[in-house]
């Protein structure tokens, strides 16, 4: 039983991870499908050999954590794994994300100044296949 607890962990620990870089990649506009963007919900982790699993969990903890948290202290404040993950289904229901710039900020975290290049509050944020852009109503 403790077996199967622990590869269950980290099965959850991967596929989180999966999906917060998924939601880095999109916003970075370094997907090029939704098939890309999909991959952490299609890939079989629960098949995968014990010992790729681990090594998996591994690389999860020791460098795409460092990844994700570099690319959210660079953008973003207050930004963590949790909120990138909780934006994939989202993203993920509507093949893309539409939501004013307060309310994604009161919901997932708010932006560094130079991630928002000056746009004003009452923009919105869009996340799509062509990356994260901040717009205004008239769609500038």
Known sequence: MAIKKRREIEIASIRKAN???AVGNLMLKRLKSW???LKPDTEDLETIPRGNL???????????SKEI???????????????LDKLYEPIKKYEGFSIPLSEFEKKYAKFKKKTLMGAPLHATVNISLW??????MNGN
């Open 54 to 64: 681990r090594s998996g969990f591994k690389d999860v903890s020791e460098n795409v």
């Open 131 to 136: 990356g994260l852009q901040l717009k205004l």
């Open 69 to 83: 948290k570099c690319f959210c202290r660079n953008n973003f404040v207050n930004m963590d794994i949790n909120s």
């Open 19 to 21: 999906r917060a870089c």
């Open 35 to 37: 098939e890309e963007f």
